[in-house]
Structures are given as structure tokens and as C-alpha cells.
């Protein structure tokens, strides 16, 4: 009889302690993710390790609810925390754990249990636009990004150009109608990029791209505008320029 009821003490151990086990695991999945995601962002803004450690710390413990953490500097391994940010860093290794009193595992001599789980996040700067970079284009002169005033969720109105004549509607190639642009707005279609320097061989980070004088506001232009609102409530983004200088007028 006792070693029955031990038996049945153990399966019941397993059902309801094994199922604690299995929510706390995500929780710590669910710390180690944001956490690692926050001190990549700070590592990429050129946060001080003092910085890149709160933010880790914030994510996944003040806001997730980890009991603890562990984290490293990728490559080479440093601790986060540690006084310095290596030169040659890249991303985070996040490493978060979770101690939770059992109920009937107490009994058989396991008054707590731990689960641990880990990510990585890492940052680096954009080479290829890629199909999605749209010929839309606002300015920011900040010299970091983040300084631009832009916020997740929020509406703005593109509807100004860097010089008179543009109002932000990009040529990849130098064209100037309507037909061109709305070819250029096609979801999936790749920019037929032509520098007007003849400096960049391919669209990217630093290079010049030539402005599209007047108004474009065909009902085809219109019908892609759409099709990209619906894509981006599907979670597709599309990609928009974002230029710190200009040169030349229009008409």
C-alpha cells in the first residue's frame, strides 16, 4: 500500500508539477527572447555596457519575471556587465532561468524546481535594401536613426520632398511618368537602380538615389499604395527611404 500510494504521489507529482515546469519554461523562453532583443538594440544604438546590462536585466526580470540571468557578448563570450563593451561585438547570448515552488514534488524531497532557456539577438547595419525598399523617401539629418522622432504604431505624412519640385517620390533609374513608378511600387519587383554618380553599382546604405519632380498620383500608383496597406496589415513591411542630404532642384 505505501509503495502504491508513493507511485501515485509521483504520477501526481509528474501531471501537475510536470505541467508547472512546462508554463514556467515558456515564461523563461518568453524572458530570454525580449531580453536578448533589448540589449541588441542597445548594443546597436552604442549603449554603454552598463546600459545594455539594464536593458537585459529590465526585460527579463522586471517585466518577464526571471528569476535570473546570464548574459554574454557575441562573438568572444564577454559577460554583459563586466565594465566594457568589446570593439568587435555584434549581438547578446541571454541564458534566463525561473525557480518555482512545487506542490506534491515537495513531497517526494523536490520543494522547487528550475527551468532555464536562452537567445540570442544580434544587430548590424543593412547592405541590400532588397525587393520590399519602395521609391517613397523622408528626410532625418539625425545621425543616429533613433533620433529621427519615428515610433512604432504611429501615422506620418510623407508628403514632403528634399528640394523644390520633389514632393518624396524616388526614380531608381532616372524615369519620369507615372507608368514607371507604379512598376516601381509592384510588391516583389527588384529596383532597377541606376546611381546618378556612378558610384554604386546596386542600391544601398550611402549611395545617391534620384528624386521624381511633380505630383504622381495615378489611380495605378493608388491601386499599389493599397495593395501594400493590406500586405502591411498582414505583417509584410515595406521598406521606405530615409535621406540626410540633397542636392539639385526641380521645376
Known amino acids: 500500500m505505501a509503495l502504491a500510494l508513493v507511485a501515485l504521489l509521483g504520477m501526481t507529482a509528474l501531471a501537475i508539477d510536470g505541467g508547472m515546469a512546462f508554463v514556467q519554461r515558456a515564461k523563461a523562453q518568453n524572458a530570454a527572447d525580449a531580453s536578448a532583443i533589448a540589449g541588441a538594440r542597445q548594443l546597436a544604438l552604442g549603449g554603454t555596457d552598463s546600459e545594455i546590462a539594464g536593458a537585459i536585466s529590465e526585460y527579463a526580470i522586471s517585466r518577464n519575471g526571471a528569476s535570473l540571468f546570464t548574459a554574454a557578448y557575441y562573438p568572444g563570450g564577454s559577460q554583459v556587465g563586466g565594465g566594457t563593451v568589446p570593439g568587435n561585438s555584434t549581438g547578446v547570448n541571454v541564458v534566463t532561468r525561473i525557480t518555482f515552488s512545487t506542490y506534491f514534488a515537495g513531497i517526494l524531497g523536490h520543494p522547487q524546481m528550475t527551468v532555464s532557456a536562452k537567445a540570442s539577438a544580434a544587430t548590424g547595419s543593412v547592405l541590400e535594401p532588397g525587393p520590399s525598399t519602395q521609391p517613397l523617401a523622408t528626410e532625418c539629418t539625425q545621425p543616429n536613426l533613433d533620433q529621427c522622432g519615428f515610433e512604432i504604431g504611429q501615422s506620418y505624412d510623407m508628403w514632403v520632398g528634399g528640394g523644390p519640385g520633389n514632393f518624396g517620390w524616388l526614380s531608381w533609374s532616372g524615369a519620369n511618368n507615372a507608368p514607371y513608378v507604379e512598376q516601381e511600387l509592384t510588391p516583389g519587383n527588384q529596383p532597377d537602380y541606376v546611381d546618378p554618380h556612378s558610384i554604386c ?51
Do not use: F, H, K
Not at 553599382?201 to 495593395?227: F, H, K, M
Open 201 to 251: 553599382p546596386e542600391l544601398a546604405i550611402g549611395c545617391w538615389v534620384q528624386g521624381l519632380p511633380g505630383v504622381t498620383n495615378s489611380s495605378g500608383n493608388r491601386s499599389q499604395l493599397d495593395n501594400w496597406i493590406a500586405l502591411g496589415q498582414l505583417g509584410t513591411p515595406m521598406i521606405v527611404v530615409i535621406y540626410d542630404s540633397s542636392e539639385g532642384s526641380g521645376s
